[in-house]
């Protein structure tokens, strides 16, 4: 594949989508190493640091993850929340089809409503065939690569998705295979073909349409760039801190689900997890947590590095709260950023059931 471009692509978009200052949590996602360096695999490698601090909980071990469309109920707090829409957009565009075995297991927020998402194929496997879906809004590197590609594309690439112009093309350079080989064309990497689709939909709204690791590749991104259609599915998260717009969110591929986001509260940055699993402790583990409340119900205190909190909303439902730092946040800022921050009451997170 064209590595260099993928990264310039990635980071540019994740740079015209960044949140407000505080904890990059949307860096969250740490997958597994791949020959294809997919732009999950770019932001985590590049905010390291974020993801060492974000990805954690407070002195507990791991959690089985719970059956798939379990309902949660979150306790109130007698502390007022905040009232502020932080989501106004919508997803925009939806496959209604995609090859079997693939699972939704990562959507992107940005701050401008642009999204990114990305479906695996449910064999978890390094190469399995994935799908990954860029919504760009904002004009920028990006957007400005897309328009390119559908004004500069060679009459073979040109193909029509639903009446709209747009382009098919392979992302990377494919190699032709040995006089005798039966197998599917490969790419250098020694995985399947890839294929992107682009179009622009509506003035001011592309698509990318990629398809990693697939025999058929070109037909099935075709046929999922038909299937598109639109989706007024809003884009809020079920969990914000302060008037903060970006997030991440991400599905184990058990049926359970995590959330990340950050923002400020108070003029003060706080990074946020909602979760139905807990993650493995971080820290010096000879380090005991303390045992406090917020939001009404048991929490921990851990008081190393920026600071952390973890609140149990329930059985299967955890809030980590996050201190930005520099140095560690007091257990009442936290138990304070705790009480503030709005969690949806039912969040529907049915997209990440297998």
Request: negative net charge.
């Amino acid at each position: 594949m064209d590595t260099e471009r993928l990264i310039r692509d990635a980071l540019q978009l994740r740079a015209e989508q960044a949140p407000p200052e505080g904890n990059v949590l949307a860096a969250l996602y740490r997958p597994k190493r791949s020959r294809k360096p997919l732009f999950l695999a770019i932001t985590a490698a590049t905010a390291a640091a974020a993801v060492a601090v974000v990805a954690t909980t407070v002195g507990r071990p791991s959690a089985e993850a719970p059956p798939a469309g379990q309902s949660t109920t979150i306790p109130t707090t007698s502390a007022p929340a905040s009232t502020t829409t932080t989501q106004n957009g919508t997803f925009r565009y939806s496959p209604t089809w995609l090859p079997d075995g693939q699972t939704e297991r990562n959507r992107y927020v940005g701050a401008d409503g642009g999204v990114q998402r990305v479906w695996k194929h449910r064999s978890k496997q390094v190469d399995a065939s994935t799908f990954e879906m860029f919504v760009v809004l904002t004009p920028g590197e990006m957007q400005e690569r897309l328009r390119q590609e559908l004004a500069n594309a060679p009459a073979a690439d040109r193909v029509t998705i639903n009446g709209t112009p747009a382009v098919i093309r392979d992302p990377s350079a494919v190699m032709a295979p040995k006089s005798g080989d039966t197998r599917p064309p490969s790419q250098p990497d020694g995985t399947p073909p890839d294929a992107e689709v682009i179009l622009n939909p509506e003035p001011g709204l592309y698509l990318s349409l990629t398809l990693w690791n697939e025999p058929d590749a070109r037909a099935f991104a075709l046929r999922i760039a038909e299937s598109l259609r639109p989706d007024t599915t809003p884009l809020r998260a079920p969990v914000s801190v302060g008037d903060a717009v970006a997030y991440q969110a991400r599905a184990d591929g058990n049926g359970g689900w995590l959330v990340s986001t950050s923002g400020e509260i108070g003029g003060v940055g706080y990074g946020a997890n909602l979760s139905t699993y807990i993650d493995p402790p971080i820290g010096n583990p000879g380090v005991a947590p303390v045992a406090v409340t917020a939001r009404g119900v048991p929490a921990e205190y851990l008081g190393q590095l920026n600071g952390y909190l973890r609140v149990d909303l329930g059985p299967q439902l955890h809030l980590l709260v996050v201190g930005s730092g520099p140095g560690t946040a007091s257990v009442e800022a936290l138990i304070a950023a705790a009480e503030a921050i709005e969690i949806e009451p039912n969040p529907d997170m049915s997209w990440t059931a297998i």
